[in-house]
């Protein structure tokens, strides 16, 4: 289970890094100061993250000294990697599958407003691209379903 320290320590991270750029996305600072505040973040973000891991690891070796570590998950390497090979399926389909529309929907939109009868022919375009998001959930499901 975890503490209240592991708990807020990402959320702090995460809070720090993006909270910044809200004056950048609503236009109240100048475009020239937009990258000395795009470093300062990105040097934020790695500092707090070595911060952050480092924290993890002391508390892990705490408790492996102690010899009280007691998990509800009892798994096997190869569990583990079945998982991360389950959620990088359907992450990367889910980022072609992004690419795929990013590019199919504008060119059928076009193809739409110069002849209405192109309606069916790029609708399937689209849809194809949207395909590929969902063969890889399909292939991280029937991955799970093994382990």
């Not at 070796?61 to 990697?81: K, N, P, R």
């Not at 929907?105 to 192109?118: D, H, L, Q, T, W």
């Amino acid at each position: 289970m975890l503490n209240g320290i592991e708990f807020l320590l990402p959320l702090i991270l995460l809070l720090l890094t993006f909270l910044p750029f809200v004056k950048v996305f609503r236009e109240k600072v100048k475009k020239e100061s937009f990258v000395r505040r795009l470093v300062t973040q990105i040097s934020l973000f790695a500092a707090l993250s070595v911060f952050t891991f480092f924290f993890a690891i002391s508390n892990q070796v705490v408790f492996a000294a102690d010899d009280v570590i007691t998990s509800g998950i009892e798994g096997t390497l190869a569990q583990g990697l079945g998982f991360l090979s389950a959620a990088l399926a359907t992450g990367l389909s889910a980022v072609g599958a992004g690419i795929a529309v990013a590019a199919a929907a504008p060119a059928a939109i076009g193809a739409f407003s110069e002849n209405e009868k192109n309606f069916g022919k790029s609708l399937i375009f689209v849809a194809l691209g949207e395909g590929v998001a969902i063969y890889g959930l399909l292939i991280s499901i029937l991955i799970i379903n093994k382990l």
